[in-house]
């Protein structure tokens, strides 16, 4: 009884019973038992090794049975606890959400896109790009309505000969590909270095080819990157295929010790080197930034601060001899995979990809399953937001490498895709018809202000007067539009005006 005596209040204090068990206690909890003797406090310790669950009912029932008992003095709630919790609710961040709703829009113009260039000359009829859209996801009558939404990137023109609508890329949207194209061959050998490092992440030094096939585009490999980095490179990289699944993965051959280095490592060194401070609070720490809004509690700063300072292996260190039994591995295998997935998102061209991506490595990088619930617990290193997809797509940005929406270190493969996103921004102002527009009415405001019953044939007042005030409605604009136009009266020697019919004057410039 000695040995399972509380040392503490505040150990006593967290004694919790079963709701099944409070009323038969009632009897035990007497004033005279409980004041003269110490063996209802020891049950009370005893209850509380074989009963740790929370029941609050129970405290409430004993309290309103004895509220003047003394035995209850250390009966109190739960003192909330220092971890970080497992469940959080996500706070939006409007920056990333709005960075979304642009590239929603590119998810749809690059399909389009690739459906018009597999056509025969880049270009197809306006009923074919309908029942070939079905097949992206468009609904009837959508896909024509969808490419008149960009005019800087679509055109739309009439056959010359079968006299119906048909749609191609405009030269801006032409140039656009092209220079992304560029930009990624320029960056083959950081290509093979990110492959190369993606490899050294796996368990088995093997990944999938179909998976990095289909999270090309966030990775910045070429289209043909299975002949122009793989099969180009056998130095670095071996293709083979699997004879019971059929499949074909992609083996590294060697690994390079100076690549595995996270780069997270090079931030904290940086970071050591530029403010100083302490080196146990730098070491294993992350950079956090929680979106606006988000709660940050006194247990809650104390959990991170803790967790900052918890060791963990490197996502490039081989962790399968390790025995991951206790508590402390656990915690430091999670911790790994918060690194391994920060990674994962430094490799990517644009340092963001989609939850559904990462999913496809959970098996060989040891990731947790549910992956969702696990990166709302750290909304300071990672943003999920929902846009897209009607919330079914969840894309994962790490908030360290954005500012403002836009990227802190941007590379020439980002650069091209934002100028995509630039045109579909863009849009087309009906600048023909304010043109047209204008100028009828400077023409009509003219010949209202000026008085036609002056100007008549053989009147003895001289064209210099009427052209002083001509030469002040110039200064409002209207009379360099009626030269240009070649709109101007035509004057004789004699001062006639030959065209001097405000009718005659203002159906030529309407047919103009």
Not at 38 to 50: A, S
Not at 390 to 395: A, E, I, R
Not at 428 to 456: C, G, I, M
Request: net charge positive; glycine share 4%; aromatic share 10%.
């Amino acid at each position: 009884e000695s040995k399972l005596r509380p040392k503490s209040n505040s150990e006593a204090g967290n004694l919790l019973f079963l709701h099944c068990i409070a009323q038969p206690l009632s009897s035990l909890l007497s004033p005279s038992t409980a004041e003269n003797s110490c063996q209802t406090r020891n049950l009370f310790v005893k209850m509380h090794k074989i009963f740790r669950p929370s029941v609050q009912a129970s405290i409430s029932i004993l309290r309103s049975l004895h509220p003047s008992n003394s035995i209850l003095f250390f009966v109190h709630d739960f003192s909330q606890s220092t971890s970080i919790p497992k469940k959080q609710q996500r706070v939006r961040d409007h920056g990333y959400d709005n960075y979304m709703e642009i590239e929603k829009k590119i998810r749809k113009v690059i399909k389009v896109q690739e459906l018009i260039l597999s056509q025969p000359n880049s270009m197809v009829s306006s009923a074919r790009l309908d029942n070939l859209s079905r097949r992206l996801g468009f609904k009837q009558f959508e896909a024509g309505r969808f490419v008149l939404k960009f005019p800087h990137i679509f055109d739309v023109f009439e056959h010359p000969v079968q006299r119906i609508l048909y749609c191609r890329l405009t030269r801006k949207a032409n140039m656009q590909i092209q220079q992304e194209n560029e930009a990624v061959m320029a960056q083959i050998d950081d290509s093979v270095t990110r492959l190369r490092k993606l490899l050294m992440l796996s368990n088995t030094r093997c990944i999938g080819l179909e998976h990095v096939r289909i999270a090309r585009r966030e990775f910045g490999f070429p289209e043909d990157f299975e002949f122009s980095v793989i099969l180009k490179h056998p130095q670095f990289f071996r293709l083979f295929e699997d004879k019971a699944s059929k499949s074909k993965y992609i083996e590294l051959v060697e690994n390079d010790p100076e690549l595995g280095v996270c780069a997270i490592e090079k931030v904290r060194e940086n970071e050591y080197r530029e403010k100083g401070g302490d080196a146990e609070n730098i070491r294993f720490s992350f950079v956090i930034n929680f979106p606006p809004g988000f709660k940050t509690g006194k247990y809650y700063k104390i959990a991170i601060w803790k967790w900052q300072r918890l060791p963990y292996w490197s996502p490039y260190e081989d962790v399968s001899g390790y025995d991951m039994r206790s508590l402390e591995a656990q915690k430091r295998v999670e911790k790994r995979a918060v690194a391994m997935i920060h990674e994962i998102l430094c490799l990517t061209v644009e340092k963001k990809i989609s939850l559904e991506r990462i999913a496809h490595f959970r098996i060989t990088m040891n990731l947790p399953k549910k992956l969702k619930d696990f990166l709302l617990q750290h909304q300071g290193i990672f943003y999920i937001s929902t846009r897209g997809n009607y919330g079914k797509l969840h894309t994962i940005f790490l908030r360290e490498a954005y500012n403002r929406g836009e990227l802190i270190e941007p590379n020439e493969v980002y650069l091209a895709r934002r100028q995509l996103a630039k045109l579909i921004t863009l849009r087309r102002p009906n600048t023909d018809h304010q043109f047209v527009y204008s100028r009828t009415e400077s023409v009509s405001d003219r010949f209202d202000r000026v008085d036609l019953d002056q100007v008549k044939v053989g009147s003895e007042k001289s064209w210099n007067e009427v052209k002083v005030s001509d030469n002040e409605q110039a200064s409002e604009g209207s009379e360099s539009d009626l030269e240009s136009d070649g709109h101007s009266c035509d004057i004789d020697e004699e001062g006639l005006v030959k065209h001097g019919s405000k009718d005659i004057m203002v159906k030529e410039t309407l047919a103009v």
